[in-house]
Each structure stands twice: as structure tokens, then as C-alpha cells.
Antibody, heavy 116, light 107 residues
């Protein structure tokens, strides 16, 4: 069965970077886009971008250019998102989701807390 | 960016009610709209894709309709397990954009 297992919660300092992971299983990792979505506490959902692990192509929401960097490791079927120059506005839960056009499978989410 | 405006933002409902919620796009998105359900503390789940197609395993009390700029999600016989926040998402344009959500609460 398709599963997306995300890494654990992160507590990070302002100005630093963090890299979170999303390990896929149960399907051919290189055949589907992987999307990333942000959800701030008590708020709605915001689309960050996607990566196609088959060739590494990416597409970002312009708002996250320079903030988020998406990569994928085919050998371990794992997608990554690095967030840089963190501020309190980056404190949120971050989801990965497989795309077939629609987002049919989601990871459990990673809570990133930015605090000194 | 394409703005997706959901209404109402919250609804107080009873089990057995017929529930209708709306999503309006700021420009024509065709039928490239999904609906997602998010229960407290959980990841969103795909309910409806392509505006009107029920995803695998979704009960038939959930119905999506619409095209262009106006979309509707209807729950025909509300169950307690349907208490959640519902989001629409357009994927016709980049960036993909979500609506702000409609929260269903018990009366």
C-alpha cells in the first residue's frame, strides 16, 4: 500500500535551515510528482511546490522561491524539502503529498517550530 | 494568483442534515478542482477530483459539482464522522491555490 512517512518534529533557531524528509513506499517513486504543502497553526493550506523524482524537475510557488528547495533521492525513494533563513512565519506543519494530478496520498506532516 | 473563496467559513449542522458548501474561483479553472477533508490532527484526504469525481472509497453521500468559477460540495446525509474542515483546491494554474476552508461543527 502507498505510504508517505515523514521525518519527526523540528525545533530550530531563527536564521537557521532545516531539511525534512518524506519516504515513499508501495509505488514507483520516480513516476509521480511529490508536492509539498504548508499549514500554519489554525490556518489553511498553502501550496509550496512539486518535484518530479524521475528527472528532478521542480516547480515552485513564487512565494517560496529562495525559501524552499525540493530534492529527491531515487535510491532511497525519499523526497526532501529544505527551508532556509527561518523566521517565526515558517513555523508550521509541512505535508508531502503524492500527485496523480490530484493529491491522493499525504504524509502525516512535520511540525517545524522556529524559536530561539 | 487564482483566489479560491469558500463559503461559508463555518456551519453548525446536525446528523442527517444535507450540507452544501461553495467554492468560487477568481478566474475560470475549468473542472480542475479537488475537494479535501481534514479532520482535527490529521492530514487532508482527497474526496473529489476533477470537480465531480468521487475518489476511491469515498461514500456516495459526498457529491461535487461545478465548472468554470463556481463549485459545490454536498453531503447528502451528514454523519458525525464527517465533522471536519473541507478545502477546495484549483490545479488549473500555478501556483495551485486552496480555499480558506469550511468547518463543519455540531449544533
Amino acid at each position: 500500500q502507498v505510504q508517505l512517512q515523514q521525518s519527526g518534529a523540528e525545533l530550530v533557531k531563527p536564521g537557521s535551515s532545516v531539511k525534512i524528509s518524506c519516504k515513499a513506499s508501495g509505488y514507483t517513486f520516480t513516476s509521480y510528482d511529490m508536492h509539498w504543502i504548508k499549514q500554519q497553526p489554525g490556518n489553511g493550506l498553502e501550496w509550496i511546490g512539486w518535484i518530479y523524482p524521475g528527472n528532478g524537475n521542480t516547480k515552485y510557488n513564487q512565494k517560496f522561491n529562495g525559501k524552499a528547495t525540493l530534492t529527491a533521492d531515487k535510491s532511497s525513494s525519499t523526497a526532501y524539502m529544505q527551508l532556509s533563513s527561518l523566521t517565526s512565519e515558517d513555523s508550521a506543519v509541512y505535508f508531502c503529498a503524492r500527485s496523480t494530478g490530484s493529491l491522493d496520498y499525504w504524509g502525516q506532516g512535520v511540525m517545524v517550530t522556529v524559536s530561539s | 494568483n487564482t483566489v479560491m473563496t469558500q463559503s461559508p467559513t463555518s456551519m453548525f449542522i446536525s446528523v442527517g442534515d444535507r450540507v452544501t458548501m461553495n467554492c468560487k474561483a477568481s478566474q475560470n479553472v475549468g473542472t480542475n478542482v479537488d475537494w479535501y477533508q481534514q479532520k482535527t490532527g490529521q492530514s487532508p484526504k482527497l474526496l473529489i477530483y476533477g470537480a465531480s469525481n468521487r475518489y476511491t472509497g469515498v461514500p456516495d453521500r459526498f457529491t461535487g459539482s461545478g465548472s468554470g468559477t463556481d463549485f459545490t460540495l454536498t453531503i447528502s446525509n451528514m454523519q458525525a464522522e464527517d465533522l471536519a474542515v473541507y478545502y477546495c483546491l484549483q490545479y488549473n494554474y500555478n501556483p495551485r491555490t486552496f480555499g480558506g476552508g469550511t468547518k463543519l461543527e455540531l449544533k
